[in-house]
């Protein structure tokens, strides 16, 4: 975390720009399950823009690695989960982008946005701020597709855009690099 820690203070954001089935899901996944597991009483959650798409993607590959026997509480009408960890507990919330509004003044410590370039950045800069539970360090995850030219995902990285954001940080895996996990066929059809 303090490779992307900002020296203006600023709440840290980590985006892994990936390929398709390059494993960026799942690497976003790692780093929030790293922190549920060690930060006792860390509250997190896991988000895309639509709730029905979250499901089917982002949620099956957590509960693939997350070790079942780690889920001590589970409330599914809420989508909340208790996390055992080294020293206590955390909890996990997954949830659309249309339905974070009803979370009241929920605080939390680390954020995990999937799809990313399926948001706006009204919706990063909410989420952005969202991210402030006292007693942890706040962090943002972002992971997603390669976003269209001009979308505000690429205007945030340009230190001469207005809209930049120092905090911002990324890492870019291609398809390439998961070649081998890939179906020849399925391949074939991407180039």
Known sequence: MERIRNGGGGIPVLYVQHGVRAGGTRAILNILLGRLVVERGLRALVCRREYADLRPSVMETFFEIMPPQMIVE???????????GTDGSSTLFFSGLKDVAGKGSTEFGCISIHEAHEI????YRMMKNRC???????????EGNAPTEGHWLTRVQNPRDREYDPDFSSVVLSTEENKAALDPSYWESLQ
């Open 132 to 142: 402030n539970q006292s007693n942890h360090p706040p962090m943002l995850l972002l």
């Open 120 to 123: 706006s950045l009204r919706d």
């Open 74 to 84: 589970k409330n599914e009408q809420e989508h909340r989960y208790v996390i055992a």
